[in-house]
């Protein structure tokens, strides 16, 4: 069984996935947690006794755009 994400553009398009859940040919399940917000409140909990530097995170995003694009430090 594969699982996609949709964007529905137009409201006729979510009529006709309601006619196919409806036959039992797809099933539809609604998020109920945005993972993204969910993730960015466990990062703040994790900083609020101990926020990172300035200078400790702009070591790692060069760290990080060094290995995404190869590229030495100047």
Known sequence: MASIEIDILNP???KLLKNL???KLI???ERKTDDFLKFVQNLRQKAKDNPPTLEEITKEVEVVRTKRYGKAKR
């Open 12 to 14: 006729k398009a979510e």
């Open 21 to 23: 859940a409806d036959l």
């Open 27 to 29: 099933s539809i399940k």
